[in-house]
Structures are given as C-alpha cells and as structure tokens.
C-alpha cells in the first residue's frame, strides 16, 4: 500500500464472481436437498474461468502491481466453484490464491428439512434481505453475511502492504462486499440489486486517508467483455 500525507493510498479491489458451477444451471422447479458447497464448474464454466485469466493476464492497468507483497494479493472463497476459478486466475497472474472461509457463499444446512425448489431457494434469499437480522431455516441472515465481508475487508488489506485484491466469491457475498466498500445502507440493496454474473467483474478503487473515513468509487460493474467468446 503506497501513500504519503500528501497523497492517500488507494487499494483496487476486483471483485469476481465464481464462474459457471452445476448449481447454476439448476431450473426453477427443481429441487435441492440442501445447499452444495462441492458443486465443481461446468464445461462452460472452465471455459469462463480461462476466458477471464487471459483477459486479466492481457490487461495489466486493470490490476495494479506485480505478484509480491507491494503488488496484488489473490483471495478465494474456500468452495470448490470458487477455488477453481481462483486457480486458473492464479496461473495466469503469477499469484497465489489464499483461501478466505469469510468469503464463502451464505451459509445454509448440508441437508434441509425437507427440499427446496429452486425458486424457493430464491424467495428464501430475498426475504433475508426484507429481514436482515434474522434466519430462515437454519440459513444465515443478511446481517450475519455482511459482518463476515466487513471483517474481511478490515483484516486482510488492512495487514497487508499490497495496493491490489483479487476477490474470488459468490453472488450474495460480492453485494456485501460492495456495500462495505461503498458504504451502503441496506435499504440500498432491498431497493436496486447488484447484477452479479458469472465470472462478472466489479472494480472498486478505495482511497485511504488517515484524517478521513475511506473513500471509495464503483469503477465498473459486472464486467463480461472476457465472455465473448465463449457465449
């Protein structure tokens, strides 16, 4: 992290969006047992991951620094849609993808008690959001999710001497990420959603000033140039 009194440092923070897993391609009416943390990409979805190591790996100004302590740091939810894409962007980067608990998906039960649609599973999501605070079936509030993004985001850059993170993660955790990072209420979210696709790439440049709150600037939003190709 660079910066001197008279100029703030600035980290740069790629927020990345899993790319497309088993999970994903699930229709409306079908039923899920429970929630699947092991679901692995699909034929596509490697595609995607590829895809988006490549465009990285090409455009530089995107991602600030070298691999090393003052450049880039690449962080990755522990689940394995997640770990996967984090790899092929580790290769391609030169970096090395360290694996954050704090940046998995929601929280919910292996197995519920009975299963769920799809669009069930949705509905659940949404009314999470209309009641923050609490669970629904042994599911994890809003509230709780967003506490893990913030602790995220005030532990690991703030020990590290890096100017840039790569954040490998899922869609209800990206939108709590950005709502840290752009320091926004809930009322927010309940209103406009965060379109997050996969492998769909968000930037958010924050600007550390000691005498000041952060500042913080949504840079771009859902980026899916890489998938041209691949569509």
């Known amino acids: 992290m660079t910066g001197t009194a008279d100029t703030p440092a600035t980290q740069r923070f790629l927020l990345v969006r899993h ?3 088993q999970v994903n391609v699930l229709a409306d009416d079908d039923l899920m ?14 595609e995607q991951a590829r895809a988006l190591a490549g465009h990285l790996a090409r455009d530089r100004a995107s991602w ?7 450049g880039c740091r690449l962080y990755t939810s522990p689940l394995r849609r997640a770990v ?8 391609a980067l030169g970096l090395t993808a360290v694996r954050d608990a704090r ?12 299963p769920l649609a799809v669009r069930e599973w949705d509905a659940l999501l949404e009314e999470r959001l209309r009641h923050p605070e609490r669970e629904f079936a042994g599911v994890e509030s809003w509230a709780a999710q967003r506490a893990r993004a913030r602790e995220f985001l ?17 869609a209800e955790t990206i939108q709590a990420l950005l ?8 009322g927010v979210l309940r209103s406009a959603r965060f379109k997050v696709s996969n ?19 949504l840079v771009v939003a859902n980026s899916k140039s890489h998938l041209a190709r691949t569509a």
């Open 64 to 70: 600030p620094g070298p691999a090393g302590p003052q």
């Open 33 to 46: 047992d429970g929630y699947d943390t092991d679901a692995d990409l699909t034929p596509l979805g490697r």
């Open 199 to 217: 492998t769909g790439v968000f930037i958010v440049d924050r600007i550390l000033d000691e005498t000041e709150e952060p500042c913080s600037s």
């Open 84 to 91: 996967r894409t984090a790899e092929a962007l580790a290769g």
């Open 19 to 21: 790319a497309q897993a």
């Open 154 to 170: 005030r532990e690991c850059p703030a020990g590290s001497a890096a100017t840039g993170f790569v954040v490998v993660s899922h």
């Open 103 to 114: 940046l998995a998906e929601v929280r919910a039960p292996h197995r519920f008690p009975r």
């Open 179 to 186: 709502m840290e990072l752009l320091n926004l209420g809930d």
